[in-house]
């Protein structure tokens, strides 16, 4: 028992720290395209984070896997976690508010949790997890501000793009269960390769990025989203879909959503709601039910 608890309490903590990276990333983006344009930014964050983790597996003395049949997984990775979403909500984020945004993207944990109860039929349907996905949402609503809602309806097919990209994030959660027995650095390294393969080319084709002149700022923004929010945010992510599971991990997007908004106040100036206070207990509230695994009945006899 005691183990097991020790164990809780660190997947717990990593998952704050995943939270808190990725929560970083909307900061980082923010100062990043100021002077580059989000597919460039997204092709070489991929490509920088590919090859720090890259480094790393090699220094550790690792090598990726040579089967096809791994790498058309990564592939698949690449696409369902990255490529498509991070394109999708840099497009859409021209026309939508941030708020917005922000609450729209919120809804990963709840397509993941249809898509496993009634596609896979692989995770229970419990009423503490509807429950802490709906306290989850009231918390992040709470924190961006109702008002953030008014808008909700207007450029329809841009916040329409921001719904896709959380079901492809929800997806990419499910899939990345097939990744037990590797090393969790390993499909981090080959679906952000991937990426990058499939990025580079759109970027050298549509931006053109040896015209560029991007600020220090966006280069140093670029290098922290690279290898803070990205290759050690991914090495984190892929080990606890293996330890929390999928409805778990993916949590994290809501736990994100208050840590973001303190990083955008600090660094940025960003306006904080009132009702912030609230929404983050709501918050920790919807997480906690969320992935607290429950307690197990003793026999006695």
């Known amino acids: 028992m005691p183990q097991t608890k020790t164990n809780t309490t660190t997947e717990l903590l990593l998952l ?92 990963t944990p709840i ?48 916040q329409l793009a921001v719904v896709a990209a959380s079901i492809c994030y929800a997806g990419a959660a499910l899939f990345g269960r097939n990744f037990k027995g590797l090393d969790p650095m390993m499909p981090a390294v080959g679906s952000l390769l991937c990426g990058a393969v499939i990025l580079i ?32 945010a991914f090495s984190i992510y892929f080990r606890l879909i293996q330890t929390l599971g999928s409805i778990g991990t993916t949590a994290q997007a809501y736990l994100r959503v208050p840590i973001g908004v303190a990083i955008g106040v600090v660094f940025l100036g960003e306006p904080l709601t009132q009702t912030a206070g609230i929404g983050l207990v709501c918050v920790i509230i919807g997480v906690m039910a969320m992935t607290m695994a429950p307690r197990r009945k003793t026999v006695r006899g």
């Not at 939270?19 to 100021?34: D, H, N, Q």
């Not at 220094?59 to 058309?72: C, D, M, V």
């Not at 990775?77 to 984020?93: G, K, R, Y």
């Not at 970027?203 to 220090?216: E, F, K």
Request: include cysteine; glycine fraction near 6%.
């Open 16 to 107: 704050l720290m995943l939270a808190t990276l990725w929560g970083a990333s909307y900061t980082f983006i923010r100062i990043g395209v100021a002077t580059i344009p989000p597919i460039t930014l997204i092709a070489a964050r991929t490509l920088v984070a590919g090859g720090v983790l890259f480094a790393i597996i090699r220094w550790r003395g690792l090598s990726l896997p040579k089967e096809p049949e791994i790498w058309r997984r990564f592939l698949i990775q690449a696409c369902l976690n990255s490529v498509i979403p991070f394109t999708l909500i840099a497009w859409a984020e021209r026309t939508v508010d941030a708020g917005l945004a922000t609450i729209l993207n919120s809804t």
């Open 111 to 158: 397509f993941t949790f249809l898509l496993a109860a009634i596609l896979l039929r692989n995770e229970r349907v419990t009423a503490r997890k509807l429950f802490g996905i709906a306290v989850g949402l009231a918390g992040i609503c709470f924190i961006i501000g109702f008002d953030a809602l008014n808008g909700f309806g207007h450029q329809l097919p841009a």
């Open 201 to 232: 080319p759109v970027s050298l084709v549509v931006d053109r990025p040896w015209t560029l002149a991007p600020s220090t700022a966006s280069i140093l923004a670029l290098l922290a989203l690279s290898i803070l929010s990205t290759a050690l």
